[in-house]
């Protein structure tokens, strides 16, 4: 058994794998992930919006011993990740760490907001800091504004089939 | 023969984690296992445990590298406590087994996907075969059943 803990170390390994294969490689696996994380979310945030996320990511926080601040306003869900727990573990390895690691979050989270109609605004910040910004807006315009004030935007291409 | 040396030299595991386990990682696993083997074959998925075993879990290896199995055993009672699996491990001169009777992995993945994969368990089989590649130690996995192995460490000949 990999452990859950050292999963992250795993999933680092799988990453520049596929990096090694190809851009497309990677952004197939993430929406793989993406599926997969459905399974967990879709009903969730379909029923119950923002608050459903927020219930969500809430519950990532803590089975993940995040240092994460959460606020559910009335225009959007933002998650301030001031310690990421998956990031500071690849950079502590003793394996080389993926360089783009930070992408896989918006890789998979993306396609499942497109896919219920929300914005994802995914600042990473700095792929070399454990520490990133993600803002879930209804309305478009609202992320749009958003985006501009990100210090490195992270995007996505993989889309959930309907 | 001499008994297999399981010292311990009192140091924390490299990779020691408190807190809360995230048990839905293993589903991501089993995701990523289906996933790489459809796309690229076995031998790709068994390159990546390969990598896990040499390259994340230098300091196990090392100190199988120096005949010393104690580091591993350690990490193995950290991970399967933290994980709540049902296991022992019985120590004898000539080996070490590990008894798994409920892999909380393979059951927590059972209960949440509709198909455990059929390669689940190689993530052990291949990472504990690379950690011993090239140590005086060598780890054999049996599966005996649906989320139940064992894992037997013993002395080259």
New interface residues.
Partial sequence: ???????????N??F??LES?GEE?LT??WL??S???S??TLDLFRENGMEGMRQYWEH?R????CDMDLDLNDDRLELRMNVCPSLS?IQ?????PMERYCDHCAGWIGPIMDKLGYHLVYDVVDRQKPQCVMRVFKDKQKALESEKSAQLLMHWSGKLSD | MNAINIEDDDKPLRYSDSGNVHMDFHVATNTTIDFIIKNFGLEAMDQIFSRVGKDVYVDVRRHLMEGNAGELLKHWRHFFDRENADYNIDISDTEIVLTVRHCTAYHHVKNIVPKVSEHFCDQTIKTNNAMADGTPFSIDTEVTGPGSCRQIIRKRL
């Fill in positions: 058994m990999i452990p859950s803990d050292h999963f992250t170390r795993f999933y390994e799988v520049k794998f294969r490689a197939a696996y793989e992930i599926k997969s994380q399974m967990l990532i803590i089975e993940e011993n573990k502590d390895n003793d394996a080389e």
